[in-house]
């Protein structure tokens, strides 16, 4: 059974930073493009970085360029996030996910695989 754990969550003061990790069963972990989202209450989550298998490419919206980096280490089978600067808009519950598919741009990416989440929050 595949499974994406994410950790690195809590709580922060505007301003600072946070490095998320995500952890995956994926067998091979390299073969698998990862992206990360963010959902806030009663949203669809939406994405904020993607990375290919090889972790030389990645792609990020406009919203999220600025801030955020996402980096994988296929040797730990981990991805990381690491957000700067942050904001009280945040404020999220954040997931990584995994695709087979290389296919992915800046608001697309076929999600097949979810972790469970790990709740960011930042105070002001």
């Known amino acids: 059974q595949v499974k994406l754990v994410e950790s690195g969550g809590g709580l922060v003061q505007a301003g600072g930073s946070l490095r998320l990790a995500c952890t995956a069963s994926l067998d091979p972990f390299s073969r698998y493009t990862l992206g990360w989202f963010r959902q806030y209450p009663l949203k669809e989550p939406e994405l904020i970085a993607a990375i290919n298998r090889h972790g030389v490419g990645t792609s990020y919206p406009a919203s999220s360029k600025d801030r955020f980096t996402v980096s994988r280490d296929n040797t730990k089978n981990t991805a990381y996030l690491q957000i700067n600067s942050l904001k009280p808009e945040d404020t999220a519950v954040y997931y990584c996910?995994?695709?087979?598919?290389?296919?992915?741009?800046?608001?697309?990416?076929?999600?097949?695989?979810w972790g469970q989440g790990t709740q960011v929050t930042v105070s002001s």
């Open positions: 996910a995994a695709s087979s598919s290389p296919y992915y741009t800046d608001t697309y990416f076929a999600t097949e695989y």
